[in-house]
């Protein structure tokens, strides 16, 4: 089928979703928010905490609704997709609050709806259903393949793994791709392997201490059910040219699983979920990227501009809203802001403003909104004065996570003052490597650590139930994604 046909027909359905949800929006108000972000960025967490500060309230002094006495109730509701997972709120709660452990990774798409009824600020009385769709940040991966060819991913990706900060990595697919003839006859034997290796060295990529996030295809690294299917067994190879591979060449199988991936499994999820969003928060450990050094900044830099630009951002006109769906604000996180002092949240925003620079603008000019915070959905530490002889150094306490070194091991039960450092000023000085920026690839002279901390011990009421939990900015970033739906 010619892939301009295709295209035509997903237009045609993503206009029939639009009607259906417009129509439904008539008769119940709604707005569905889009979760997500890569790897370890703390979906689950930021999910769980957002529901449970909905539902319980708590000190949110910048959500203006809930500050203001106005949202009477925040309800859970039977999720509103028959064939997608419920989002396991009371598990993940649980295991935040009675096990202190952060909850598994988000691994498949979930959702879960919220009845909201709230008195608007001149009175009366409504409600706003809220859907939130939270999906693994690996499929945000895959948007940017939905635009190019087989060569073109073959020659990004193969470009990737040749560069120094990977090339080690990517040894063992480098040799045999090497090896390999592309216009040979077809071998599923060999497929198979170039398959295997290529996601071995994407999975090394993903490591703490490389911690790179321009890893497509994402589901490699996430199969789930489809783990060995034909749609995920290929790898990118070498071309010769711009000509179509012969029939029956290893490179024409390439190619054709490739669109398989892309029809298959890409497709229907931009479609059916991701062009239906209508606001959307992009969650970002830049930590972790910091932890790894420059070569991950400017990964991370990359893999946030190829995503961003599949979002439909933009500001909905009336006849426009009719047939597409606009996200129509952006926020971008940089989670785990308890990590570090007071101090250095607003050079961490800037640090994160400086990597979606390029986003950002592209947003702007297409008349969404956006915004760029700290936050600690769940905050894990508290501050302190360390005092090292006659200097007073700011800084954070919580119980490290067992494994996680300091001066020594640390064993997941005491408590622990961490110095993380102050980050600088202007952010441009962690992306000039002529600027000394190490990261901590040497982990005797790196310039930043971060710990993993375990969650906080949350007080219950009288009834047993989990008092709010603690957090940085959520209330902010709960003003900005809905609050204009509740005044």
């Known amino acids: 089928m010619p892939s301009w046909y295709e295209e035509l027909i997903d237009e045609a359905r993503l206009t029939a979703l639009t009607l259906l949800d417009r129509a439904e929006d008539l008769t119940s108000p709604t707005l569905r928010l889009g979760i997500t972000g890569l790897s370890r960025s703390g979906k689950t967490v930021f999910t769980t905490a957002l529901i449970h500060a909905l539902t319980r309230g708590g000190r949110l002094p910048v959500f203006r609704a809930m500050h203001e006495g106005r949202i009477a109730s925040a309800t859970l509701e039977p999720q509103p997709d028959d064939n997608v997972p419920r989002f396991d709120y009371e598990g993940h709660l649980s295991a935040l609050v009675d096990e202190r452990r952060w909850p598994e990774s988000t691994r498949r798409i979930s959702e879960l709806r919220l009845a909201i009824d709230y008195a608007p600020a001149r009175g009366g009385r409504r409600a706003l259903t809220l859907d939130i769709v939270d999906y693994p940040g690996e499929w945000l991966l895959d948007l940017p393949l939905l635009d190019r060819s087989y060569a073109d991913f073959a020659a990004d990706s193969l470009r990737l793994a040749r560069d120094p900060a990977r090339?080690?990595?990517?040894?063992?697919?480098?040799?045999?791709?090497?090896?390999?003839?592309?216009?040979?006859?077809?071998?599923?034997?060999?497929?198979?392997?170039?398959?295997?290796?290529?996601?071995?060295?994407?999975?090394a990529c993903r490591a703490e201490a490389v911690a790179m996030s321009l890893l497509p295809p994402g589901r490699f690294l996430m199969p789930g059910d489809l783990e060995g299917s034909p749609a995920l067994t290929f790898a990118p190879i070498d071309l010769s040219g711009d000509a179509e591979p012969p029939a029956g060449s290893l490179a024409a199988m390439m190619q054709r699983r490739y669109e398989s991936y892309k029809d298959r499994i890409v497709r229907p999820f931009f479609r059916d979920h991701f062009a239906r969003l209508d606001r959307q928060i992009v969650l970002i450990d830049v930590l972790a990227a910091l932890n790894a050094g420059p070569a991950a900044l400017s990964d991370l830099e990359a893999a946030l501009d190829g995503i961003l630009a599949a979002f439909r951002v933009g500001r909905n006109s009336w006849l426009g809203a009719l047939f597409r769906h606009r996200i129509g604000r952006v926020l971008f996180a940089a989670t785990k802001a308890d990590h570090l002092h007071h101090t250095s949240h607003d050079p961490l925003e800037a640090i994160l403003r400086r990597l979606v620079e390029r986003a950002l603008s592209r947003a702007e000019g297409a008349g969404a909104q956006i915004?760029?915070?700290?936050?600690?959905?769940?905050?894990?530490?508290?501050?302190?004065?360390?005092r090292r002889g006659r200097v007073h150094l700011p800084a954070i306490v919580g119980v490290p996570e067992a494994g996680q070194y300091g001066a020594d091991e640390f064993d997941g039960l005491a408590e622990a003052a961490v110095?993380?450092?102050?980050?600088?000023?202007?952010?441009?000085?962690?992306?000039?490597?002529?600027?000394?920026?190490?990261?901590?690839?040497?982990?005797?002279?790196?310039?930043?650590?971060?710990l993993r901390f375990r969650?906080?011990?949350?007080?219950?009421?009288?009834e047993g139930q989990a008092l709010p939990l603690p957090h940085i900015r959520l209330d902010r970033a709960l003003e900005f994604l809905i609050g204009d739906r509740l005044r």
Do not use: H, I, M, W
Request: no cysteine; hydrophobic share 45%; glycine share 6%.
């Open 167 to 203: 090339r080690d990595l990517a040894a063992p697919f480098l040799a045999a791709l090497a090896d390999t003839d592309p216009e040979a006859p077809a071998d599923e034997a060999l497929a198979r392997r170039l398959a295997e290796l290529f996601t071995d060295y994407l999975a």
């Open 419 to 450: 110095f993380p450092g102050d980050l600088p000023e202007n952010p441009s000085a962690l992306f000039d490597p002529s600027l000394g920026f190490k990261g901590l690839s040497d982990a005797q002279g790196g310039d930043f650590r971060f």
């Open 455 to 462: 969650p906080p011990v949350v007080e219950r009421n009288g």
């Open 371 to 386: 915004d760029v915070v700290a936050l600690a959905a769940v905050r894990a530490t508290r501050e302190a004065q360390v």
